[in-house]
């Protein structure tokens, strides 16, 4: 990243560490459904202070400028880490550039449920961030400087609290994503319902409910990522293709039997189980 500096744009030797932490949290939030909260960062070190844009001040640039997208994605599993590659194309200037990025599975002594969702949007931000222009990125970062001083010199305002806790905010990230990605996966052969009896045979559930925070998180992160690449959302539409016919394979046909007083009942005590194991997108 640059600092700007009497017109210049400064290399920045910053401590990556500290921009990596404000870039964890914002894919963090994005995944859990809350609101991003920093689109650039400052702080001092050696004597002066370094600013730049953060994972989400670099999308907004690209937005601003208008023509960037990622046209590759690549990813390898290591016993240790992820590492993912990304190609990042100037549609205007038919320039493009990689970036790539590994992240850690472990966050300290934790397994991180976000480290493959995390090394995906940092090599697109590596290469989304080299075809930036520098006008770009300065009203961008002036902006979001400007506004960030602005909330710090304004009075603090009472937060609300969040209701439902974690899991209701991983829940409606995954809602969210499997809901814009509905069209998409229409359009390859994949309907809500598939990816439902996907999501209830990967996670060995019978309903949403039955689901834990970690596994809402693991797959919003699923989602997103085949949200941002053709090629993993090409992967996850095999999986599910494949889970599927494996499943219609392996079914059994029910005999029919005369409905009775008993059955009546029994009949609609399975309507309400299969309203609860309906696809909640």
Known sequence: MAEEKKDEMVPVTAEYEVVDQVDDQAIIELMTGQTIQ??????KQGGRTVEGLTLAGIN?????????????????ERDHSWIATAKAVDTITGSSRYGAYEQPKMAGSRQDPFAFTKAIHKAQRNAIKQLIPVPVIREVLNFYL???????????????????????????????????????????????????????????VESRNDMTEMQWTQLAAELKAAETSAKLLDELCERIKQLTAA???????????????????????????????????
Do not use: C, M
């Open 38 to 43: 920093d689109y650039v960062y400052s702080f």
């Open 60 to 76: 907004e640039a690209a937005n601003r400028r208008g023509g960037i997208q990622i046209e590759e994605v690549k990813y390898e």
């Open 146 to 204: 400007h506004r960030k001083t602005q909330n710090a010199n304004a009075a603090p305002q009472p937060q609300l609290p969040q209701t439902g806790g974690n899991i209701a905010n991983a829940q409606k990230a995954a809602f969210a994503i499997a809901n814009n990605l509905a069209d998409p996966l229409e359009k390859k052969g994949v309907t809500k319902a598939n990816l439902w009896d996907y999501i209830k045979r990967k996670y060995s």
């Open 247 to 281: 499943s219609q394979e392996s079914e059994v046909p029910t005999p029919k039997r005369a409905e009775t007083p008993e059955t009546a009942s029994d009949n609609d005590t399975q309507t309400e189980t299969k309203q609860d194991q309906a696809p909640p997108f």
